[in-house]
C-alpha cells in the first residue's frame, strides 16, 4: 500500500518552456501533497504544500508565479515549472500523506529529474 | 525557524558492524520524528516515533526518541551493503492552517563495504 508515482521520471527541455509534472497516489487519497526539491549532495528542501481543492501554500523564497501547483483531485497533483531556466534543473519529489489523524508520514514518489538547457 | 540536525554526515564501515546514526531537531509545535531511507531515487519510510522512550524495530533496523533531549537515534545491526544509502531524518510538526509538515535533516551517508 501507499504507493505515489511520478510522471515523467525524466525531462530535458529547452530555457524558456515549460515543464509539467505529475503526482499521483495510486491506492490511498491524499489529503495533502507535498512538492519538494532536491540538489546533489543536499537535503529535501519543501517548495509548497497543497491541499486538495484549495490554493498551495508556498515556503518562503519559492516563486508561486513560477512553480505553479494544482491539486484538482485526492490522487492527483500537478507541477508546472513555468519558463525554465538552468538553474531550475534539479531532482523534484513530491510526497503524498493520507487523511490519518495523528500521522505525519508522507509517501514520496520516485522523483522527476529536470535538466534545464 | 525549524532545524534538524544528522550526524555523522558520512559513515564508512564493514559489513557486519553495528552502526549509530543521530539526529537532533528544533521543531516548532513538534509532534513526530521520522525516518527515511534514500537510495537512487525517493525516500522510502522506516519509522515515525511520537512518544518518547518507546523503541520501534524492524529487522535489524530500530529507532527510539527522547523528546527531553530533542533527539533520535537510529541504529542498524550487522549491515550489509545493501543498507548503503542516505538516511535522512525528518521532524513533523502541527500547524493550524496546513497541517502538519516535515523538515528534513541533511542526511547521513551510510556506505557499508564488503
Known amino acids: 500500500g501507499a504507493v505515489v508515482s511520478q510522471h515523467p521520471s525524466w525531462v530535458i527541455c529547452k530555457s524558456g518552456t515549460s515543464v509539467k509534472i505529475e503526482c499521483r497516489s495510486l491506492?490511498?487519497?491524499?489529503?495533502?501533497m507535498f512538492w519538494y526539491r532536491q540538489f546533489p549532495k543536499q537535503s529535501l528542501m519543501l517548495m509548497a504544500t497543497?491541499?486538495?481543492?484549495?490554493?498551495?501554500?508556498?515556503e518562503q523564497g519559492v516563486e508561486k508565479d513560477k512553480f505553479l501547483i494544482n491539486h484538482a483531485s485526492l490522487t492527483l497533483s500537478t507541477l508546472t515549472v513555468t519558463s525554465a531556466h538552468p538553474e531550475d534543473s534539479s531532482f523534484y519529489i513530491c510526497?503524498?500523506?493520507?487523511?490519518?489523524?495523528?500521522?505525519?508520514?508522507?509517501?514520496f514518489g520516485p522523483g522527476t529529474r529536470l535538466t534545464v538547457l | 525557524e525549524d532545524k534538524v540536525v544528522q550526524s555523522p554526515l558520512s559513515l564508512v564501515v564493514h559489513e557486519g558492524d553495528t552502526v549509530t546514526l543521530n539526529c537532533s531537531y528544533e521543531?516548532?509545535?513538534?509532534?513526530?520524528l521520522l525516518w527515511y531511507k534514500q537510495e537512487k531515487k525517493a525516500p522510502t519510510f522506516l519509522f515515525m516515533l511520537?512518544?518518547?522512550?518507546i523503541e520501534k524495530k524492524s529487522g535489524r533496523l530500530s529507532s527510539i526518541l527522547d523528546k527531553k533531549e530533542l533527539f533520535s537515534i537510529l541504529n542498524i545491526t550487522a549491515t550489509q551493503t545493501g543498507d548503503s544509502a542516505i538516511y535522512l531524518c525528518?521532524?513533523?510538526?502541527?500547524?493550524?492552517?496546513?497541517?502538519?509538515?516535515?523538515?528534513f535533516g541533511e542526511g547521513t551517508q551510510l556506505t557499508v563495504n564488503p
Open positions: 510526497s503524498a500523506r493520507a487523511f490519518v489523524p495523528g500521522s505525519d508520514t508522507q509517501y
Open positions: 491506492d490511498f487519497q491524499a489529503t495533502t
Open positions: 497543497s491541499n486538495e481543492g484549495s490554493k498551495a501554500t508556498y
Open positions: 521543531v516548532t509545535n513538534f509532534r513526530s
Open positions: 511520537t512518544s518518547s522512550g
Open positions: 525528518a521532524g513533523g510538526n502541527l500547524e493550524e492552517t496546513s497541517g502538519s509538515r516535515l523538515t
